[in-house]
């Protein structure tokens, strides 16, 4: 068998038209660390033999497959992420590109993907993949990187072949976080200075199996969580007194790449948050650096506003459609006309 390197391996995904129905990866990603592999439940026999020994026997009860993969966020390949986080989507042209604006499903049978990886050893395909987290993290000097973890069905031989398209990719210097009484001032809000901030989606998955199956037949989403860490220079405690006070804010996070243009405007993502709380603060005073600062915050219901917990989320690219030959399902729906702009993009 040969021998070869991690950068051999590619890893492909597509949006499953129908749930646990698998299609052809349509997306490559440009994956940085992989660790998704099957996992299996053994039952070990525990009777007696006349000896002080265990059981004879270690039988395979159940069958998954689940870890996880780091990830360059390039600008077409991560609205299918967004779509298994959040569960909708709606497209529509705009300025010369396309904007697809994701919201929260309120359901527990979010969007799957079907995963693809291609290396020297054989193919394999990993259906009904289910994002169990995703972490976007924007540090200054570096590309904008996301965590996601999943857990799918088990694999399957693979026939596929890679197929990478250029993407654009965002640097933490175009990266811009608001913070805001609410989202209607965020618009004229002031970019806070941050030294890096990390954004966390937790689905809390849950595996359904049947009796006579190995395979679980579906994989469901459950209580849906935003938390958040925000590091910044320690100036005054502005920030330290949001946590005691119990103060709410509104938070965006923009990122627009102004180095390229699509059609009149840029290859951009945002995310509006209604309402956060700030729940634990830290210091770093360390003798020889600058001193800093880390809030940590946490989504929560909006339930006196906007009624949400996300307000706006969308991504600005080139591509027009994430389900494989243009089916969507129920939960994605297609716009002729635009929602709300964003001067950033404009």
């Not at 749930?19 to 996992?39: C, Q």
């Not at 009777?47 to 990830?71: F, H, N, P, R, T």
């Not at 042209?93 to 054989?122: C, E, M, R, W």
């Not at 339930?303 to 991504?315: E, Q, S």
Request: aromatic letters at 10%.
């Amino acid at each position: 068998m040969p021998k070869w390197t991690g950068r051999r391996l590619s890893i492909g995904i597509g949006v499953e038209g129908v749930r646990g129905t698998g299609v052809a990866a349509s997306l490559w990603l440009n994956a940085t660390a992989f660790s998704f592999f099957d996992k299996v439940t053994k039952v070990r026999t525990n009777a007696g033999y006349g000896g002080i020994w265990g059981g004879d026997q270690s039988l395979v009860a159940q069958k998954w497959a689940d870890g996880e993969m780091e990830i360059e966020m390039g600008d077409q390949s991560f609205g299918a992420i967004m779509i298994a986080t959040l569960g909708a989507i709606s497209s529509a042209k705009y300025l010369g590109a396309y904007k697809h604006t994701f919201t929260l499903q309120n359901d527990n049978t979010h969007d799957s993907l079907s995963i693809q990886t291609v290396d020297p050893i054989g193919d394999l395909t990993f259906e009904l993949s289910m994002i169990e987290s995703l972490t976007i993290e924007v540090l200054q000097e570096a590309l904008v990187m996301y965590t996601v973890a999943f857990k799918s069905k088990p694999s399957q031989a693979g026939t596929s072949t890679a197929s990478y398209v250029a993407e654009n990719k965002f640097l933490g210097r175009f990266a811009k976080l608001y913070l805001a009484a609410n989202t209607g001032t965020l618009d004229d809000a002031d970019a806070i200075c941050v030294k890096r901030i990390t954004m966390t989606f937790n689905k809390n998955l849950e595996d359904n199996y049947c009796l006579g199956e190995e395979a679980p037949s579906d994989i469901m989403n459950k209580m849906f969580t935003i938390t958040g860490e925000i590091e910044l220079n320690y100036e005054d405690r502005v920030y330290m007194d949001y946590m005691l006070d119990g103060d709410y804010k509104a938070l965006r996070l923009d990122i627009v790449n102004t180095d390229v243009t699509i059609g009149t405007t840029n290859p951009a993502f945002r995310i509006d948050l209604s309402k956060v709380d700030f729940d634990e603060w830290d210091s770093d005073h360390a003798l020889d650096d600058i001193v800093t600062q880390n809030l940590n915050f946490t989504a929560d219901y909006d339930l006196d506003g906007n009624d949400n917990v996300i307000n706006d989320c969308y991504l600005v690219n080139e591509k027009d459609d994430y389900y494989v030959g243009g089916t969507t399902t129920s939960s994605s729906t297609s716009s002729s006309t635009s929602s709300s702009t964003s001067s950033s993009t404009a």
